[in-house]
């Protein structure tokens, strides 16, 4: 797996972009070099259609302006290709509206750059990484396949790391840090 502070990886996906009928306004393309200047955040998750990962996929979308108020792009993925996860956005209601790409990394080219590709399952493992605006990663968090994350959490590492200060355990943006 990469580690903190590495670049990540050039890769270039297809992206689901709405669940527009229109395969030029529902598809794109993203690579490594689509939000210049930016903080990224990257999530997978193992499966569409699963029972866990719309709940995490939701409320990172229930965040997203937050993240965008703090200049950060989030880019959720699977190993899905782009039209199944088009049907699922189109067939499930939390997702439907869901403001942020979501990456079909079908070849597993990105999950294997990354290290994250579950060799038994075949899937993406559930990991996140938040990557600062020259492309290191800053941030890695990976659980198993059966447990969500806490969005609230990686908003608040994002925090934590846009200060570039010494930020105490349960930091939140506002407080004193260690500076």
Known sequence: MLQIGEKFPNYSVTAT??????EAKAFTTITEESYPGKWKLYFFWPKDFTF????E???FGKLNSEFADRDCQILGGS???EYVHAAWRTHHADLKDLPFPMLSDIRRDLC???GILDEK???AQRATFIVDPENVIRFIYVTDLSVGRNPQEVL???DALQTDELCPCNWQKGEATLA
């Open 57 to 59: 996929i939701a409320a």
């Open 156 to 158: 608040r590492v994002l």
């Open 121 to 123: 399952a075949g899937v």
């Open 52 to 55: 866990v990962c719309p709940t």
């Open 112 to 114: 294997g750059q990354l």
């Open 17 to 22: 972009i709405s669940t527009d009928k229109d």
């Open 79 to 81: 190993t899905d290709n």
